[in-house]
């Protein structure tokens, strides 16, 4: 059963490395500025040529309050009229895109990231779907796979009831933790009835899919506290929940220097949080799909996973990887064919190159013929936990022992601790090793060893 983890607590400490989420391969990381708007207009135009499908991904930057363990890109202010400029920039950017695009070509995913997309007004959101539907071909049968994400004290039923005649169908909460001490931690305080209305606001209008979002080794968090709040959010039954690591990078994110780090659990209490989340889950009939998520049997990523079709890109765990992936906003991420290209972070540049009608591309990447195999070696263990070297051959026209051949030593190490089952045909990563799966994806990474370790989360 693809769900089966075995705990393995000496494999652990012994891989418990820091390195990329496999969002993509090469890793954002990889992205330098020789990449711009050039490269974009021509990979805009080869997807028109071939109409392949569409993935929009928006992002809204703003929110009301800060959280102190937040490492996104984010402008924090009450003030709701500094939405006003950046929409109409935002508009700007999508009418510059979608006329290089086919009307042809549907959009079979959206999403609106954050900040917090509920930020914005109800004639704001009104606005910018509309402007989307008028530039893109967005479906109108409710077949999309369209997703927001919801700060529960941003959101009541009339939101919701906006939101889904709008056209979503799937919606994303932010909850990370419901102990009072810990939300004070870290300034998050948020209940869990603004938690259930929103959830109960979902069913009723009949929203395909529910994600809940937790951390763990949050300051003030003890393995049976955090095991309340998973109990708690049980009993809500979400379809998908997302249980991740905190990283703790003041250094690199100034919100996280309010947190003071005397609180934090320890590594060993942090384990202890994971393993006890597992269980909990898994008895309540949840998945592991992978990094960190799970998801009902029924839930399409659980379905994918077991017909070996799940995929990986900006947005996560997909079954729309084969679409462009089209990022609209400040910061926000394209992948179209094998250009990778991201906006300005920058909202003041962001907004300055759209008023002179410029695109906001600052940095990027083509992918090689290496990156291409990596890629899709990285996005078969990642996803289905298991490589056939077979089908590798044959994509890319190599002999894969030939061609990964210094990689090998490292491969029996693995096979030896347990982490993985190897053979002259395919790699399986075994219930001990699918907690560590990114440890796994990492020997086959050309880049990591020329990186900075520093950059990137522990894998546990």
């Not at 029924?298 to 995929?311: G, H, K, P, V, W």
Request: proline letters at 4%; hydrophobic letters at 35%; a negative charge.
């Amino acid at each position: 059963m693809l769900d089966a983890i075995r705990w393995d607590t000496d494999l652990i400490r012994r891989y418990d490395l820091a390195g990329p989420r496999y969002t993509s391969y090469p890793t954002a990381v990889q992205f330098h500025s020789q990449v711009g708007t050039f490269d974009l207009l021509h990979a805009l135009r080869e997807s028109r040529k071939a109409l392949r499908p569409l993935s929009l991904y928006v992002h809204v930057p703003f929110c009301a309050n800060i959280c102190y363990y937040c490492a996104c890109n984010k402008v924090i202010t009450k003030d709701r009229g500094r939405a006003l400029p950046y929409l109409q920039r935002l508009e700007q950017e999508i009418q510059l895109i979608a006329c290089h695009l086919d009307p042809g070509q549907k959009v079979e995913q959206l999403h609106f990231g954050g900040g917090t997309p509920t930020f914005l007004s109800h004639d704001e959101l009104r606005q910018l779907m509309s402007h989307l539907r008028q530039h893109f071909n967005l479906l109108d049968d409710d077949s999309g796979d369209y997703g927001i994400e919801i700060d529960p004290r941003e959101a009541d039923w009339s939101t919701m009831g906006l939101l889904r005649e709008l056209g979503f169908n799937r919606v994303s909460i932010g909850l990370q933790d419901l102990d009072p001490a810990v939300q004070r931690a870290v300034n998050r305080l948020q209940s869990l009835e603004e938690t259930r209305a929103v959830i109960e606001a979902a069913r009723t209008l009949q929203f395909r899919s529910i994600n809940i979002d937790l951390i763990y080794g949050l300051p003030q968090q003890t393995p049976d506290n955090f095991a309340r709040t998973v109990e708690e959010v049980i009993n809500l039954q979400p379809d998908r929940l997302s249980v991740f690591n905190y990283a703790h990078l003041p250094e690199r994110f100034m919100p996280q220097r309010r947190i003071n780090s005397h609180e934090l659990p320890e590594p060993a209490e942090k384990l202890q949080m994971l393993q006890r989340t597992i269980e909990q889950l898994t008895a309540a009939g949840y998945r592991y799909i992978g990094m960190d998520h799970f998801a009902l049997p029924d839930d399409e990523l659980a379905i994918a996973q077991e017909e070996s079709t799940l995929q990986r890109n900006f947005q996560g765990y997909t079954t729309h990887g084969h679409c462009d992936l089209i990022g609209l906003g400040v910061s926000a991420i394209s992948q179209i064919g094998d250009l990778y290209c991201q906006n300005s972070s920058d909202l003041t540049q962001y907004q300055n190159l759209l008023g002179g009608a410029q695109l906001a591309t600052s940095r990027g990447l083509v992918c090689n013929q290496d990156d291409r195999v990596r890629r899709a070696v990285i996005q078969q263990l990642i996803c289905n936990f298991s490589l056939d070297f077979e089908a590798i051959e044959r994509q890319f026209n190599i002999d894969f022992r030939g061609y990964f051949g210094d990689l090998w030593p490292q491969l029996q190490t693995m096979a030896e601790d347990g982490l993985i089952k190897l053979s002259n045909e395919n790699i399986e990563v075994l219930p001990a090793g699918r907690l560590l799966v990114r440890s796994v994806c990492m020997v086959f990474d050309t880049y990591l060893e020329q990186q900075n370790r520093q950059r990137f989360s522990r894998v546990i």
